[in-house]
T-cell receptor, first 113, second 113 residues
Framework: DQQVKQNSPSLSVQEGRISILNCDYTNSMFDYFLWYKKYPAEGPTFLISISSIKDKNEDGRFTVFLNKSAKHLSLHIVPSQPGDSAVYFCAARGTGSARQLTFGSGTQLTVLP | KAGVTQTPRYLIKTRGQQVTLSCSPISGHRSVSWYQQTPGQGLQFLFEYFSETQRNKGNFPGRFSGRQFSNSRSEMNVSTLELGDSALYLC????????????FGPGTRLTVL
């Protein structure tokens, strides 16, 4: 049972346009959400996060939106750059005794020059 | 500051063998988590160690085990290897428990023949 789902395995976007990566979750007990970026042959790199008490967090070109009622998370990258091409994972943190991160299966973003 | 290091980077084993992977966290970090990444499955949480104690364990069979030493270095062991254990094994370190932000190593690519 996947508690965190990224339904789009891949996404292609033109350079300069907006990239929108989506993530859905089923566990309403998650209290913190994170996005990681992963290049081939490297480990994931932390990108941006958001607490469940907020609905938006912005850091430069990256903005994460959280819609708790829909249990939906999205990452916006504006403007997209070729160097953003990577696999993006969303992750959610549990609470109490289940305080580990649960990851989605990832979305391969390709930014076309 | 040196990042998270994992050794070896690549490993080939045969079914039935056992394997030990090593992870050295960022200096000062006391939390180490292990993940298994397989194609299409994202990152599956294996276990987390903090101050030499296993704090959390994912849904993996007992063949998967780990430990943490007093210098925060961690090892994971997989006994009686199966073909399905072929994966990228990632470790991540953090300052403390809580998973607000984890820093990943490059991973160990394990192939079981």
């Amino acid at each position: 049972d996947q508690q965190v789902k990224q339904n789009s395995p891949s996404l292609s976007v033109q350079e300069g346009r907006i990239s929108i990566l989506n993530c859905d979750y089923t566990n309403s007990m998650f209290d913190y959400f994170l996005w990681y970026k992963k290049y081939p042959a490297e480990g994931p790199t932390f990108l941006i996060s958001i607490s469940s008490i907020k609905d938006k967090n912005e850091d430069g070109r990256f903005t994460v939106f959280l819609n708790k009622s829909a249990k939906h998370l999205s990452l916006h990258i504006v403007p997209s750059q070729p160097g953003d091409s990577a696999v993006y994972f969303c992750a959610a943190r549990g609470t109490g005794s289940a305080r580990q991160l649960t990851f989605g299966s990832g979305t391969q973003l390709t930014v076309l020059p | 500051k040196a990042g998270v290091t994992q050794t070896p980077r690549y490993l080939i084993k045969t079914r039935g063998q056992q394997v030990t992977l090593s992870c050295s966290p960022i200096s000062g970090h006391r939390s180490v988590s292990w993940y298994q990444q397989t194609p299409g499955q994202g990152l599956q949480f294996l276990f987390e160690y903090f101050s030499e104690t296993q704090r959390n364990k994912g849904n993996f069979p007992g063949r998967f085990s780990g430990r943490q030493f007093s210098n925060s270095r961690s090892e994971m062991n997989v006994s009686t290897l199966e073909l399905g254990d072929s994966a990228l094994y990632l470790c991540a370190s953090g300052l403390g428990a809580g998973y607000n932000e984890q820093f990943f190593g490059p991973g160990t690519r394990l192939t079981v023949l």
